[in-house]
């Protein structure tokens, strides 16, 4: 069974949106890089609700480094009730019982599931229990 594995930047403060986050961009150095790139091979496809899908639309296409060759190629399955159309390659549009779609990935076979920040997809599937780990993540000491 696949795991759904997290990867949300937080501030000192516990600010996980805005400012705080789209900033730490200028504080991306290689290791960042390398690591991103590393999680992003690691993992089949990408969760996301509305908001994040329409905010990585905007930036992930137009980067030309090998995370961004991997974050465009990857499936991304994009939880809501309200968008239009996901243009975004490999996007699909998911409505209805999240439970029970993002169950069916976990079940099929293949590396992990990634979501990025820690959103409205990210707490239902807390509340769910979805995430259960079968094994400790490993903690990367620099």
């Not at 090998?66 to 499936?75: G, K, L």
């Not at 390659?89 to 069916?104: H, K, L």
């Not at 920040?117 to 490993?138: M, Y």
Request: hydrophobic letters at 40%.
């Amino acid at each position: 069974m696949r795991n759904i594995l997290e990867d949300t930047l937080v501030s000192l403060d516990g600010v996980s949106a805005g400012a705080a986050v789209s900033g730490f961009a200028e504080y991306r150095d290689e290791a960042y890089l390398r690591d991103g790139l590393g999680q992003a091979l690691a993992c089949d496809a990408l969760l996301m609700g509305r908001t994040t899908y329409e905010d990585f639309a905007k930036i992930w296409p137009r980067r030309t480094d090998p995370w961004a060759d991997r974050i465009n190629a990857m499936p991304k399955y994009v939880f809501s009730s309200t968008l239009e159309k996901a243009d975004w390659n490999n996007s699909t549009i998911v409505r209805g019982d999240v439970e029970a779609y993002v169950t069916r990935l976990k079940q099929q076979e293949g590396r992990d599931l990634l979501i990025y920040g820690h959103g409205l997809l990210a707490e239902t599937l807390l509340k769910l229990s979805l995430p259960r780990f079968e094994r400790a993540p490993k903690a990367e000491v620099y």
